[in-house]
């Protein structure tokens, strides 16, 4: 059963939300995929984030460029942790994302990551971060994919 479920507003986004989803694949969390979008697809979103919590998902991954409305609006329809990606947009680089995902009004949270790439592999890390807390042997996972990692870094550059 999906814990967690990665949602972005286009097919488009994939290319970046992707490696959440890969860097949950390398800690085995499970996880789902779908094309919500806040704007085309405003009751899809609606449906989706309404039952989250009830399907089983414990975080929600929201990724979005543009008028990225989409982790904002999810975090109003659910308790679940959100985080939030900004996707690269061509006009603005990934700035207009930023800003709508990261401006969230007190009362309802959206954990915002970086723009891109690293923004998604820090979700799918934070998602697997947030499920450890009540899971030894996934935290056991998180910890030897942070010890791999530590271990590759080179000393020198080639
Ligand atoms: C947003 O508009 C999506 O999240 C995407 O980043 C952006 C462009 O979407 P497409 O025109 O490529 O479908 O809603």
Redesign the pocket.
Known sequence: MALVGII???S??WETMRHAAETLDALDVAYETKVV?A?RTPQRLYDYATTAADRGLKVVIAG???A?H?PGMAAAMTHLPVLGVP?E?KALKGMDSLLSIVQMPGGIPVGTLAIGKPGAINAGLLAAAILATSDEALAGRLKAWRAAQTESVVDEPA
């Open positions: 972005m507003g286009s488009s986004d979008s704007h979005a460029g543009g990225a989409l996707v947009s």
